[in-house]
């Protein structure tokens, strides 16, 4: 073995045995430095006769070029392996359980929910959303809407008073979102599509009622529409809010004072559990009572009968979402528990728009 | 309203079947609620026959029986009622049947070694009586195979519907019949009443005593029949009334009853015996009171119409009669009165004195005026067939009013209203079939309304009832017309607002309640109302008296129901109406959210990265302002005042206010008072914003925003610690800062405050830091000084503060 190939052997070896960056940089410096070994070689190759340098220098190029190899691809090995090293030392337990973020912990109320989702279809249909006082006088609530002073179907609302004042008037607490039946003829001229959702009153708590409720109005004046059209736009609100494919509808006539004819209307259903599934089954669930505005209330308003026709709608909003969502007791609605609210309440980017699909 | 098939087959021909019939009644908008039909409920018990009834070999109680049920050799039962014997008849139900009053359906089954191939019942397990203590015992002439439910007259289904209150002529079966006949299921029998001569004159008058008021009766007829015997009524009138739920009383009593579900006439009948001279119908006299048949005493006034004989008041009109002059048993000479009277006045009293017959019930909706007399002449039928006697002539008191209302019905309204377009043959043949009196032609009607519909009082009613006979299901469902344009905006800036605010708190994780509109009257004071005039004259209970001043309370008292609940970290918040006042513009929408223990936005409890602190004032005052900004307000130019109502902590509290009379909110810690006084614990903190009180956004032509303007130069920032009394406030510290350099200075944070003894008593340090933006060059160090000079005069001017050395 030549000397070159001994001084190349121990040099490898030298490399291969340095453990770290710094002991690297000592191989290096010890065969590529200024006094290095290789170096030395290399400064030798001046006094060489020039067949001499033909044949060392190759050979001692062909050897510093090998070792710098050698050492740049050990140092890259060791620096990986720093590298790794360090980063095995950096671990966490990834595992560990975070808070939850504000996104995840608001929530909507439903019926905040379902008052947007019934918002994003009447909208779509260019009706706008009115609204009226909690505190109503007796006759917005009742004397314009036809409810004739100690009617029977007064008495039926259970109604709140407040205590008269000196002129004997007394106020309530609206029984019906109807009311702004009125007060929207007062102050619009038609054609007039409106809903009107809001909260009502009534005297009366049980499973299936409770003194506050939510109602949404809906109110349709023009010189045509008829309850072809009330049929077409209840059709099309009930699949569009219940989200599927189609429901069979029924309506039954039946009586309120502001409109006539009047008609409850109630769809087909299967109860499953607590599921209700339109459109199949033998169940008929009441959702609504609507009917074409009365003459009188459209003469109250101050408008002729004979011109100008419409129809009503009004129905329960927490029924509603009861349906739709579920919910088994109407109490819980007003009760504030926050597991009934994180369970049923919405995530705040839940936004029901018509054109990603009011509920996903 | 409950009759039986059989019932309105008295008044009705048909062929139709349950179903048919009661379908046709909830389309014609007699809504059915409920139909109880027994024979098919009942359908496998049958009548049988026990061949023997030995003692069951291994139990003392139970008898092993053999039975005949009519059908094949005789089945083996085990039977543990006390009463079974051989010889006996009984009702059988096989295996497989389903038993109402345990809620079991039978099997095959072996009870102490002995197999048993069905049952012998009770009428409790038949759900007929509450009679458990043996099985049924039936005469020996009961066929044997026989329905059990055929044999004891419960065949009859009992329909029972709900009447609106337009409609008092279907609170009689006559009225019933009519509707259905109408809509094709049959034909209206024919149950006009021929009148009973009278053989004698009346021997009590009846005088009106209304002076110069209004008379509260418009007529009223009066007959005696003497010599009547009043046992009971017969036993098919007996079964009718029973099975919808009223007992039979006596013969005059029950007729009474009977007319009043058969024709709408509610009647009244005194025992002659024991009314003393003529009958006056007047006003009651102010002290005045009747013990009434609901053997109950009533006071009197003179809004209530009675009728008195010589010795007093015998009766209320038109809701109930009086317990002295009624019949009974003895009765031999009996008075019938058929009257009406005024339906609002009628409703009044019964409200007044808490009365629900069924007789104020009809008045008060409307009975047929016209058929009071024939009402009577009925009644004297009916008094005759199953008591005998001989009746009066009859008196006649007042007038009965004519039916004068016709209304001129151009067909066309139908197609108009409802979107059908039926013939006029179907209109006139419909409304003919209801009873109202058709003439003229096409293209408009003449329709006479008949004296038993007080609601149809337009052209709209008769659409109704056309469409309601024809069918509601013919009309053709219809689009109603879209507009061409794109939709517009819907909703006004309140209701954006509102929206907004739910999802602008939501996101900051609190989540949303709806609580009552009402609360407490101590609980309203705390929070700035109680005024008397916002105080319910009937609330449904005293904790939910008083319109609502503040969303807080309500949900401060969730947050504590929540708190016992074991959810003690909460934040919620609620988006709804307050009340100042009575008028629509009292009402306002306040945006409220609370935060309880630990629940601040960033996360509650304890955690492996940091426990959260309890929520505080800051909590509050981020939850307001973020609110704010997410509606687009002009956050900047709201004041931040210390102090807010008395409901928060006086010196953890502040208000957001566009000056001093343009209050936009508070935000802060509770005042424990106020907490004590609900029995709420905290640490709570909340905010209350009235969404109504920010300024709506100017309207600008257009949606461009201002430009914006990037300089390239560096921004430049510079730390200064200003120590100033405790009582200073940072804002005023901030703004000293900001005004040394209008132009250069584009923030100022402050992110120290520090009190420490080393600053001496009551001093504080602030430390802010200030960023200079320039905007037309690099700053030099000079400039740098020469502002950072500026920002110490300006503070120390305004705040005495000094540079902390």
């Given at each position: 073995?030549?000397?070159?190939?001994?001084l190349?052997?121990d040099?490898?070896a030298a490399?291969?045995?340095a453990?770290?960056?710094?002991?690297?940089?000592?191989?290096?410096v010890?065969?590529?430095?200024?006094?290095?070994s290789?170096?030395?070689?290399?400064k030798g190759?001046?006094?060489m006769?020039?067949?001499?340098?033909?044949v060392?220098g190759p050979?001692?190029?062909?050897?510093?070029d090998?070792?710098s190899e050698?050492l740049?691809?050990?140092?890259a090995t060791?620096?990986?392996?720093g590298l790794?090293?360090r980063?095995?030392?950096?671990?966490?337990?990834?595992?560990l359980?975070?808070?939850a973020?504000?996104?995840?912990?608001?929530?909507i109320?439903?019926i905040?929910?379902v008052?947007?989702?019934?918002?994003?279809?009447f909208g779509?249909?260019?009706?706008?959303v009115?609204?009226?006082?909690d505190?109503?006088?007796?006759d917005y609530?009742?004397?314009?809407?036809?409810?004739?002073v100690?009617h029977?179907?007064?008495?039926m609302?259970?109604?709140?008073?407040?205590n008269?004042d000196e002129q004997?008037?007394?106020l309530?607490?609206?029984t019906?979102?109807?009311?702004?039946?009125?007060?929207?003829?007062?102050t619009q001229?038609?054609?007039?599509?409106?809903?009107?959702p809001g909260r009502?009153?009534r005297?009366?708590?049980d499973?299936t009622?409770?003194?506050?409720f939510?109602?949404?109005e809906?109110l349709?004046i023009?010189t045509s529409?008829h309850i072809?059209h009330?049929?077409?736009l209840l059709?099309?609100f009930?699949r569009a809010?219940?989200e599927?494919?189609k429901?069979?509808?029924?309506m039954?006539?039946s009586?309120?004072?502001?409109?006539?004819?009047?008609?409850?209307?109630?769809i087909?259903?299967?109860r499953?559990g607590?599921?209700?599934?339109?459109?199949?089954g033998?169940?008929?669930?009441?959702i609504?009572?609507c009917g074409?505005?009365?003459?009188n209330?459209?003469?109250f308003?101050g408008l002729d009968?004979d011109?100008?026709?419409?129809?009503a709608?009004?129905m329960g909003?927490?029924?509603i979402?009861?349906?739709k969502?579920?919910?088994?007791?109407?109490?819980a609605?007003f009760?504030?528990?926050?597991r009934?609210l994180?369970?049923?309440?919405?995530?705040?980017l839940d936004?029901?728009a018509?054109?990603?699909?009011?509920?996903s | 309203?409950?009759?039986?098939l059989s019932?309105?087959k008295?008044?009705?021909?048909?062929?139709a079947?349950?179903?048919?019939?009661?379908d046709a009644l909830?389309?014609?908008?007699?809504?059915?609620?409920s139909?109880?039909?027994?024979?098919k409920?009942l359908a496998?018990?049958?009548?049988?026959?026990?061949?023997?009834?030995?003692?069951?070999?291994?139990?003392?109680r139970l008898r092993?029986?053999m039975?005949?049920t009519?059908?094949?050799?005789?089945?083996?039962?085990?039977?543990?009622?006390?009463?079974a014997?051989t010889?006996m008849?009984?009702v059988?139900?096989?295996?497989?049947?389903?038993?109402?009053?345990k809620?079991i359906?039978?099997t095959?089954?072996?009870?102490?070694?002995?197999e048993?191939h069905?049952?012998l019942c009770?009428?409790a397990?038949?759900?007929?009586?509450e009679d458990?203590?043996?099985?049924?015992?039936?005469p020996?002439?009961?066929?044997?195979?026989?329905?059990?439910a055929?044999?004891?007259?419960?065949?009859?289904?009992v329909?029972?519907i709900a009447i609106t209150?337009?409609?008092p002529?279907?609170?009689?079966i006559h009225?019933?019949a009519?509707?259905?006949?109408?809509?094709?299921?049959?034909q209206?029998?024919?149950?006009s009443?021929?009148?009973?001569e009278g053989?004698?004159?009346?021997?009590?008058?009846?005088?009106?005593?209304?002076g110069?008021?209004?008379?509260?009766?418009?007529?009223?007829?009066?007959r005696?029949?003497?010599?009547?015997?009043?046992?009971?009524?017969?036993e098919?009138?007996?079964?009718?009334l029973r099975?919808?739920?009223?007992?039979?009383?006596?013969?005059l009593?029950d007729?009474t009853?009977?007319l009043?579900?058969d024709?709408?006439?509610?009647?009244?009948?005194?025992?002659?015996a024991k009314?003393?001279?003529?009958?006056?119908v007047?006003r009651?006299?102010?002290?005045?009171s009747?013990?009434a048949?609901?053997g109950?005493?009533?006071?009197?006034d003179?809004?209530i119409?009675?009728i008195?004989d010589?010795k007093?008041?015998?009766?209320?009109g038109?809701i109930m009669?009086?317990?002295?002059?009624?019949?009974?048993?003895?009765?031999?000479d009996?008075?019938?009165?058929?009257a009406?009277?005024?339906?609002?006045?009628i409703a009044?009293?019964?409200r007044?004195?808490g009365?629900?017959?069924d007789?104020r019930?009809?008045f008060?909706r409307?009975?047929d005026?016209?058929?009071?007399?024939?009402?009577?002449?009925?009644?004297?039928?009916?008094?005759?067939?199953?008591?005998?006697g001989?009746?009066s002539?009859?008196?006649?008191?007042g007038?009965?009013p004519?039916?004068?209302?016709?209304?001129?019905?151009?067909?066309a309204e139908?197609?108009?209203?409802?979107?059908i377009?039926p013939t006029?043959?179907?209109?006139r043949?419909v409304?003919t079939?209801l009873g109202?009196?058709?003439?003229?032609?096409?293209?408009?009607l003449?329709?006479g309304?008949?004296?038993?519909?007080?609601?149809?009082?337009?052209?709209a009613d008769?659409?109704e009832?056309?469409?309601r006979?024809?069918g509601?299901d013919?009309v053709p469902?219809t689009p109603?017309?879209?507009?061409?344009?794109?939709s517009?905006?819907?909703?006004?800036?309140?209701?954006?607002?509102?929206?907004?605010s739910?999802?602008?708190?939501?996101?900051?994780?609190?989540?949303?309640?709806?609580?009552?509109?009402?609360?407490?009257?101590?609980?309203?004071?705390a929070?700035?109302?109680?005024k008397?005039?916002?105080?319910?004259a009937?609330p449904?209970?005293?904790?939910?008296?008083?319109?609502?001043?503040?969303?807080?309370p309500?949900?401060?008292?969730?947050?504590?129901?929540n708190?016992?609940?074991g959810?003690?970290?909460?934040a919620?918040f609620e988006v709804?109406?307050?009340?100042r006042?009575?008028?629509?513009?009292?009402?306002l929408?306040?945006?409220t959210?609370i935060?309880?223990?630990?629940?601040t936005?960033n996360?509650?409890g304890?955690h492996w990265?940091?426990?959260?602190?309890?929520?505080?004032?800051?909590?509050?005052?981020a939850?307001?302002?973020a609110?704010?900004?997410?509606?687009?307000?002009?956050?900047?130019?709201?004041?931040?005042?210390?102090g807010a109502?008395?409901?928060?902590?006086?010196?953890?509290?502040?208000t957001?206010?566009?000056g001093?009379?343009?209050?936009i909110?508070w935000?802060?810690?509770?005042?424990?008072?106020?907490?004590?006084?609900l029995d709420?614990?905290?640490?709570?903190?909340?905010?209350?914003i009235?969404?109504?009180?920010?300024p709506?956004?100017?309207?600008r032509?257009?949606?461009?925003?201002?430009?914006l303007e990037?300089?390239p130069?560096?921004?430049v920032?510079?730390?200064?610690?200003?120590?100033?009394?405790r009582?200073i406030?940072?804002?005023?510290l901030?703004?000293a800062?900001q005004?040394a350099?209008?132009?250069?200075?584009?923030?100022?944070s402050?992110?120290?405050?520090f009190?420490?003894?080393?600053?001496?008593?009551d001093?504080k340090?602030?430390?802010?830091?200030?960023?200079l933006?320039?905007?037309?060059?690099?700053?030099?160090?000079?400039?740098?000084?020469?502002v950072?000079a500026?920002i110490v005069a300006q503070?120390g001017?305004a705040?005495?503060?000094?540079?902390?050395?």
């Open positions: 073995m030549s000397d070159l190939e001994l190349e052997r040099i490898r490399i291969d045995g453990s770290d960056e710094a002991a690297i940089e000592t191989v290096r010890a065969a590529l430095g200024k006094k290095g290789v170096s030395d070689l290399l190759l001046g006094a006769t020039p067949d001499e340098r033909k060392m050979a001692l190029n062909g050897l510093r090998r070792v050698a740049l691809a050990r140092r060791l620096k990986e392996a790794a090293a980063l095995a030392s950096e671990a966490v337990d990834v595992t359980p975070l808070r973020s504000p996104l995840e912990q608001g929530r109320h439903p905040s929910q008052i947007d989702e019934i918002t994003a279809i779509d249909l260019g009706f706008a009115a609204e009226g006082p505190i109503e006088t007796d609530n009742f004397t314009a809407l036809n409810f004739p100690g029977p179907a007064r008495e609302h259970d109604t709140f008073f407040f008269p004997g008037e007394r309530l607490l609206r019906h979102t109807s009311p702004v039946q009125m007060r929207t003829m007062q001229k038609p054609p007039i599509r409106i809903i009107a009502t009153y005297n009366d708590s499973q009622h409770t003194p506050m939510h109602q949404v809906g349709v023009d529409s072809g009330l049929k077409w059709e099309e009930c809010f219940f599927v494919e429901v069979e509808m029924r039954r006539p009586f309120f004072p502001f409109t006539e004819p009047s008609m409850e209307v109630d087909r259903c299967k499953v607590n599921e209700v599934r339109f459109g199949e033998d169940d008929w669930l009441e609504l009572g074409m505005v009365h003459p209330v459209i003469r308003a009968p011109v100008y026709q419409g129809f709608f009004g909003i927490d029924r979402a009861m349906l969502y579920g919910m088994p007791d109407l109490r609605f009760d504030a528990d926050q009934w994180n369970h049923y309440g919405f995530r705040p936004l029901p018509l054109v990603g699909g009011l509920s | 309203m409950k009759f039986t019932w309105l008295e008044h009705l021909e048909t062929t079947s349950l179903d048919e019939i009661t909830t389309r014609v908008g007699l809504e059915v609620e139909v109880e039909d027994k024979a409920l496998p018990f049958t009548i049988a026959y026990v061949v023997s009834a030995v003692q069951h070999p291994n139990a003392d092993v029986c039975v005949d009519g059908s094949g050799d005789p089945v083996q039962v085990v039977c543990g009622a006390p009463n014997h010889g008849k009984s059988f139900s096989p295996a497989g049947t389903y038993i109402p009053g809620d359906t039978l095959v089954g072996t009870i102490r070694g002995v048993s069905g049952m009770s009428a397990e038949l759900e007929l009586s458990h203590d043996g099985i049924i015992e039936l020996a002439d009961a066929p044997v195979g026989m329905a059990y055929e044999y004891a007259g419960l065949g009859d289904p329909i029972d209150p337009n409609r002529d279907c609170l009689g009225g019933v009519r509707d259905l006949a109408a809509a094709g299921l049959g209206l029998k024919d149950r009443v021929a009148p009973v053989k004698f004159p009346s021997p009590v008058d009846v005088k009106f005593e209304f110069d008021t209004p008379a509260l009766t418009p007529a009223f007829a009066l005696l029949v003497r010599g009547v015997k009043n046992g009971p009524s017969s098919w009138m007996q079964r009718q099975a919808i739920g009223l007992r039979p009383i006596n013969a009593v007729i009853n009977f009043t579900i024709r709408n006439r509610p009647l009244h009948v005194f025992d002659a009314v003393t001279g003529d009958l006056t007047r009651a006299k102010e002290g005045e009747l013990l048949l609901d109950k005493t009533y006071a009197l003179p809004s119409v009675v008195s010589d007093g008041i015998e009766s209320l038109g009669g009086g317990e002295a002059s009624g019949c009974d048993e003895n009765t031999v009996v008075l019938i009165e058929s009406l009277w005024e339906p609002l006045n009044q009293t019964g007044k004195l009365i629900n017959s007789a019930y009809r008060e409307g009975v005026p016209a058929f009071m007399l024939p009402g009577l002449e009925l009644a004297t039928r009916l008094v005759q067939e199953l008591c005998g001989e009746a002539e009859i008196v006649v008191t007038t009965v004519e039916p004068h209302l016709t209304i001129a019905f151009p067909i139908v197609k108009r209203l409802a979107g377009d006029e043959d179907e209109i043949q409304l079939a109202f009196q058709v003439s003229g032609n096409a293209p408009s003449t329709v309304v008949p004296s038993w519909r007080p609601d149809v009082d337009g052209k008769l659409v009832e056309v469409m006979i024809l509601v013919r469902s109603l017309p879209k507009s061409d344009n794109v517009k905006p819907v909703l006004t800036l309140a209701q954006t607002r509102t929206r907004r739910k999802r602008a708190l939501a996101a900051r994780g609190l989540v949303e309640a709806v609580t009552w509109s009402f609360v407490a009257k101590s609980v309203a004071e929070f700035g109302g109680g008397p005039e916002l105080a319910l009937n449904i209970a005293a904790d939910l008296s008083d319109m609502r001043p503040s969303l807080l309500g949900l401060l008292q969730a947050a504590q129901r708190a016992d609940r959810v003690a970290d909460l919620l709804g109406q307050i009340f006042g009575t008028k629509p513009s009292d009402q929408t306040a945006a959210g935060r309880r223990l630990s629940a936005v996360g509650a304890r990265q940091g426990k959260a602190p309890a929520v505080s004032v800051y909590d509050a005052k939850d307001a302002l609110l704010l900004d997410a509606l687009g307000a002009p956050v900047d130019k709201f004041q931040i005042v210390a109502p008395a409901w928060f902590h006086p010196g953890r509290s502040g957001i206010q566009l001093p009379q343009n209050i909110g935000f802060g810690e509770l005042h424990p008072s106020v907490l004590e006084a709420v614990s905290g640490p709570l903190v909340g905010f209350e009235i969404l109504d009180a920010i709506a956004p100017r309207a032509p257009t949606k461009t925003k201002p430009p990037l300089v130069y560096q921004p920032t510079r730390d200064f610690a200003f120590v100033v009394d009582k406030e940072a804002a005023k901030v703004k800062a005004g350099d209008k132009v250069l200075i584009s923030n100022v402050v992110f120290d405050v009190e420490g003894a080393s600053l001496g008593a001093k340090s602030i430390a802010i830091e200030v960023t933006r320039p905007t037309q060059k690099t700053l030099t160090d000079e400039e740098i000084d020469a950072a500026k503070v001017k705040t005495q503060g000094v540079l902390r050395s």
